[in-house]
């Protein structure tokens, strides 16, 4: 099973933001099984909700036979009363024609065997497309930025919710022969992003770090040693050779 996890889908205003878009349009072409995931904690769909499935059902028109669509309802488990999410499956559902309606809860778990057993029901027999080392690549940079990027906004989605990627400088092994280095910049586009990411005292930029580290650690089963550093780059999400560097291009 191949899993694609396509960018989050809202309305582009920059360069980025159509470059993502076409990136989830490539994933539709040849999928079998498609989840639209939502939260459960938004009683109806948002404006952004109903954009997403309009570019979904786009990408889908011209596709026979078409793929499975499901709907995922994700964040269950801030749900407390179960009861409460028959209206809210109901009201997403009025967006399309799904196979099958999902509510999980991706932290805790929830009804995910369920889900997945479902996705294998539907998927064609076909060869192994990935070998098992590439699964346990070392060069998997773009994996290893997305890490990094997962912690930035992790802790600063509020004050600096999209204009934050990462670019990984350097990755060999320790002097120590046992410890992997991976030197990375976290770029924004502008002085007081980065005063946010770095934190007083560089607190926060060591936060971010510790975070990060500690599951390149575990994903890469020996000890990290993260060199991270925080430069401005204003309107990188409009310039072509920025894209390109992050790998959107």
């Avoid at 997305?146 to 350097?170: N, T, W, Y």
């Avoid at 607190?203 to 040693?225: C, D, T, Y």
Wanted: charged content about 30%; aromatic content about 8%.
């Amino acid at each position: 099973m191949i899993f694609v996890d396509t960018p989050g889908l809202t309305s582009p205003r920059d360069l980025l933001g159509k470059r993502l878009v076409k990136h989830s349009e490539e994933a539709l072409v040849d999928c079998d099984v498609c989840l639209f995931m939502v939260s459960g904690i938004h009683p109806e769909p948002k404006d952004e909700d109903r954009w997403a499935f309009r570019v979904l059902r786009g990408g889908l028109r011209n596709r026979k036979p078409a793929p499975t669509l499901y709907l995922v309802i994700n964040k269950v488990d801030r749900v407390p009363d179960k009861r409460e999410l028959l209206p809210v499956i109901e009201n997403y559902s009025k967006l399309g024609e799904f196979s099958e309606v999902f509510p999980i809860s991706a932290l805790k778990g929830d009804n995910l065997k369920t889900l997945e057993k479902a996705i294998e029901a539907c998927l064609p027999v076909g060869p192994a497309y990935f070998q098992e080392e590439d699964l346990e690549s070392g060069e998997d940079l773009f994996y290893i930025s997305e890490i990094i990027r997962e912690k930035v906004l992790m802790f600063i989605h509020e004050e600096v919710p999209h204009g934050v990627a990462v670019a990984i400088d350097e990755v060999r092994p320790g002097k120590d022969g046992k410890t992997l280095y991976v030197r990375a910049t976290i770029f924004v586009e502008r002085e007081s992003h980065k005063a946010i990411v770095v934190g007083a005292g560089g607190q926060m930029l060591k936060k971010i770090g510790s975070k990060a580290r500690k599951e390149l650690s575990l994903w890469k089963k020996q000890p990290v040693f993260l060199d991270l550093w925080v430069k401005v780059k204003e309107g990188w999400q409009d310039r072509e050779e920025m894209l390109r560097l992050f790998g959107y291009a």
